[in-house]
């Protein structure tokens, strides 16, 4: 066991810039951190990051005077096809015995064999096995963010020492201003029934489906608050050109924006899909949106899959609904908009989970992996 005074964390993320879920999350966190333990934050550009911005983060945290390097990790943010996880990841483990620190990973999403469909499919399988293979073997201890993911990466890696902790909500972010303020500052009247997807548009997200709920009810305001990315860039033009009167796309938002949008909002839509994006399906495994949405107390309807259903089994806190059926999610928006003291059950119980799964909760959990890691 470590001495906590003593422990100082490196911890390597995209920079936190508005544009990153994962970069916020690390930002949130090493605040909370740095509250119990000596943090530093090293950041690599988000989207644009080459190999040797990768390099140099990796550099700086291998050689700063930290006891743990603990990086924020999804495939997606190391090269096309994670191709620089083959260098970063084994340079990293390297380095950090040549300087006799330890070496820990969040694995912010999982993909495994089960997730390949497609052309070449043996291949894109193997692929995928090696690469969590080296996730695995090139790290002192794996941070899993949801039952699912445990699930998968067990199904996949002998996982030699890892840890499922929920991804954290920042109940400290609930903005002090009253849903119908927040719909004043935002150009709504307090009475503008508001339902709002927050977070980026891509086809995972079902963003495409709130455009078409709102097609069918033109006297609710929708919103789309969040930006593209560029890797999406045909369908969000394909949303933006066929969007109705009643569906705004604010494109990317500070984040004390984004949270008063989410505060006004009297129903946050989450309607995620499984998407298929080069043989590789993905789907989501842990929401750091439906977190924000938790902290601001705003109801919730969302997808009716696995991670969403272990939440709502435990709180009450989720309408889950068919994602793919725009029918079904218009009759629960109308139903929920009908029924205030139903969305305030809701928001309370919703609250409740942000208080039993908040950022000092998670905090804590960390420092006891770092002390039980050095």
Not at 32 to 48: A, K, N, W
Not at 353 to 373: F, L, P, R, W
């Amino acid at each position: 066991m470590g001495d906590i005074q003593k422990m100082k964390i490196s911890l390597i993320a995209p920079k936190s810039n508005g544009k990153d879920g994962i970069g916020t999350y690390c930002e949130e966190l090493n605040q909370v951190l740095g509250r119990e333990i000596e943090t530093s934050r090293i950041g690599f550009p988000s989207g644009t990051q080459t190999l040797l911005d990768l390099l140099r983060s990796s550099a700086q945290g291998i050689t700063d005077n930290s006891k743990i390097v603990h990086l924020q990790y999804e495939y997606g943010l190391f090269g096309p096809k994670s191709l620089y996880s083959f260098i970063i990841i084994p340079l990293l483990y390297l380095g950090t015995r040549v300087y006799k620190k330890k070496f820990i990973i969040t694995l912010h999403e999982v993909l495994n064999s089960n997730s390949v469909e497609g052309s070449n499919y043996y291949l894109k399988r193997y692929y995928l096995v090696v690469l969590n293979h080296i996730l695995v073997y090139f790290s002192d201890h794996i941070i899993l963010l949801s039952d699912v993911a445990e699930d998968r990466l067990t199904k996949c890696t002998s996982t030699k020492s890892y840890s499922v902790l929920t991804h954290g909500s920042n109940a400290h972010s609930s903005l002090t201003v009253s849903k119908q303020e927040a719909k004043v500052e935002l150009g709504y009247t307090p009475d503008d029934p508001v339902v709002v997807e927050p977070g980026y548009i891509e086809p995972r997200k079902g963003c495409d489906i709130v455009s078409k709920v709102a097609s069918n009810l033109p006297d609710v305001s929708f919103v789309l608050a969040g930006g593209k990315k560029e890797t999406y860039s045909e369908y969000y033009n394909n949303i933006l050109d066929e969007s109705p009167d009643n569906l705004e796309i604010t494109g990317t938002l500070p984040m004390p924006k984004f949270l008063q949008y989410i505060r006004a909002a009297d129903i946050a839509l989450l309607p995620y899909q499984t998407a298929v994006q080069g043989g590789i399906r993905n789907r989501v495994t842990q929401s750091g949106v439906f977190n924000q949405c938790a902290a601001q107390s705003t109801p919730v309807i969302a997808s009716d899959n696995q991670y969403f259903n272990q939440i709502n089994s435990e709180f009450g806190c989720i309408i889950t609904v068919n994602s793919s059926d725009p029918r079904e999610i218009e009759n629960e928006i109308k139903s929920l908009l009908a029924d205030p003291d139903r969305q305030s059950r809701l928001g309370e119980n919703i609250f409740e989970y942000s208080q039993s799964n908040s950022m000092e909760e998670v905090a804590k959990d960390h420092v006891e992996i770092y002390m039980s890691t050095v």
